[in-house]
């Protein structure tokens, strides 16, 4: 992955330089944030406790012309054995309307709504953990997406419909990648989607995702046709409700073969304190089913059953500190307890 | 010592008769803003002369970022603590203060926008600015709106007219 850490240390070098860039006229063009987060956990699991860095996350938006944008997302994150940099995002795009942009690069993948709205910026979301489903490193979905892609805002009345339509490489073999290498398949991976905001419910948005691929996780095997479908609903307001669920339906291109089915769901409330809106406690419960025989997921121990309260709370304009506990099986394994304490900000340069 | 003892007791009710003839003052002020409404204002060039309140929610929430001209929009908004923010955040957004920054900083998360709002810190700035910079829509208290400014209809009515939405 040179390639990818080269371009890493050019979108961080970017973020480094940006500020002079953005001083120089009165209608700024670069705007810059930083994210991060650090967290104490103990559990029951067999995983390493104590306290741990967060990943920091730069993000860089800047107008080239009237029309074309470009965003960069890099991230550092701490291991042991040493920081890894990656170049998560880089979009350019072009704005044709408010109903048509255009973009190219390496996306967030609109196949599921908390990995495109929350993705690695940790304080925007209520809990600490992201959902299985979406969870940094799964194999379930593909977390990014290397391709083209039309987004578009289309009026209907008061209300808003967003969707979204792209082409790009597909998976590679270990799933978790994101077509860096470019098209193993042979066939390109299909993604696309519909929002909705209806104006009589302000803060409501409800939606529905596809993806289309063909797969070779094992190269000796008969590639597998993979159908993921998704639908959300994300009700903001106070009381918070956000309900996802995914489909996967996997095919292997061979005779006598059938479809498998895996699903996977989850379902988070919150409630910021009336007297106390800072304070904010949720709990959310989700679920990894595993059809037998997947060709793509049996034997990743994804089988997952989960329980998670917690609270959050806004101490500062752009930082939180949170507390959660969770109640998790895994696969085959025994219910475990964790509890997490993090705290996370965003550096916003967003107003002049 | 006798005198100051005849003073003490009357600074409460200096204080009381102070609050008094401030109080009503300060208030009728407060409804005096409140009445006036709340202006949008556009650049003198932008091709718009009226809106609907959904149109002008899609413009403030990002949803919509280029006028009918493809010109880009650029939203000028008031910094916290203003009467006329008060007045958009509860009517156009729906939205306390931290949901808003919550809101920006989402957007531009997600690479929906170029940038966030532009800040202004008086109805003058505002109305300064919104003349200069191509595209521009903002807010101000009613009384405040500069002579010769483009103040857009909501809803078919100006600021003062019955049914005006933004007050």
């Known amino acids: 992955m040179p390639v990818n850490r080269m371009l890493a240390a050019a979108a961080l070098l970017a973020v480094a330089i940006a500020p002079a860039a953005g001083q120089t006229e009165l209608d700024a063009p670069v705007r810059l944030m930083l994210f991060s987060d650090a967290s104490y956990l103990w559990t029951e699991r067999d995983v390493s406790e104590g306290f741990s860095l967060g990943q920091v996350v730069g993000h860089l938006n800047a107008v080239l012309a009237p029309r074309l944008t470009v965003a960069v997302e890099a991230t550092v994150t701490s291991r042991a054995t040493g920081p890894i940099a990656t170049l998560e995002r880089l979009i350019l795009a072009y704005d044709v309307s408010d109903a048509l942009r255009l973009s190219a690069g390496r996306f967030h993948t609109p196949i599921s709504w908390w990995n495109t709205q929350f993705h690695h910026g940790l304080w925007l979301q209520t809990s600490i953990a992201r959902p299985a489903m979406v969870r940094f490193g799964t194999p379930l979905i593909p977390v990014h997406f290397l391709g083209v892609l039309a987004t578009g805002n289309i009026p209907m009345g008061g209300s808003t419909m967003v969707y979204e339509a792209g082409v790009g490489n597909g998976r590679e073999p270990n799933l978790v990648g994101a077509g860096d290498a470019g098209e193993i398949g042979g066939a390109p991976a299909f993604v696309g989607g519909v929002r909705f905001r209806p104006a009589a419910m302000p803060g409501l948005e409800l939606g529905l995702h596809g993806y289309l691929d063909e797969v070779r996780a094992d190269p000796a095997a008969a590639p597998v046709d993979e159908r993921i479908l998704g639908a959300h609903l994300a009700w903001l307001p106070n009381p918070g409700v956000i309900f996802e669920y995914l489909h996967f339906r996997h095919e292997p291109e061979l005779a006598g073969t059938e479809a498998t089915t895996s699903d996977a769901l989850y379902v988070q409330l919150g409630y910021k304190l009336p007297a106390h809106p800072s304070l904010q406690p949720y709990v959310r419960y989700e679920s990894v089913g595993i059809g037998a025989g997947d060709p793509l997921f049996t034997g990743l121990g994804l089988g997952y059953e989960g329980v998670i309260a917690g609270a959050r709370w806004d101490f500062a304009d752009f930082a939180a500190l949170k507390g959660e506990a969770r109640f998790e099986e895994f696969a085959a394994d025994e219910r475990r307890t964790s509890v997490v304490l993090n705290a996370s900000f965003v550096v916003p340069n967003l107003f002049d | ?167």
């Open chain 2, 1 to 167: 010592m006798h005198r100051r003892l005849s003073i003490a007791p009357r600074l409460p009710l200096a204080c009381l008769l102070l609050l008094l003839a401030v109080g009503p003052a300060t208030a009728a002020a407060a409804q005096s803003a409140a009445g006036e409404g709340v202006a949008i204002v556009v650049h003198p060039a932008t091709a718009v002369d009226d809106l609907t309140l959904d149109q002008l929610r899609r413009i403030f929430m990002a949803d919509q970022q280029f006028w009918g001209d493809r010109s880009r929009i650029t939203l000028l908004v008031r910094a916290p603590a203003a009467y006329e923010r008060d007045v958009v955040l509860n009517v156009i957004y729906r939205m306390s203060e931290d949901e808003f920054r919550k809101y920006w900083v989402g957007k531009m998360f997600r690479a929906e926008v170029p940038a966030g709002p532009k800040i202004v810190y008086s109805s003058e700035m505002a109305g300064e600015l919104v003349t200069v910079i191509p595209g521009a829509i903002t807010f101000v208290p009613a009384g405040d709106v500069m002579p010769g400014a483009k103040v857009v209809r909501i809803n078919g009515r100006l600021p003062g007219q019955a049914g005006y939405p933004l007050q």
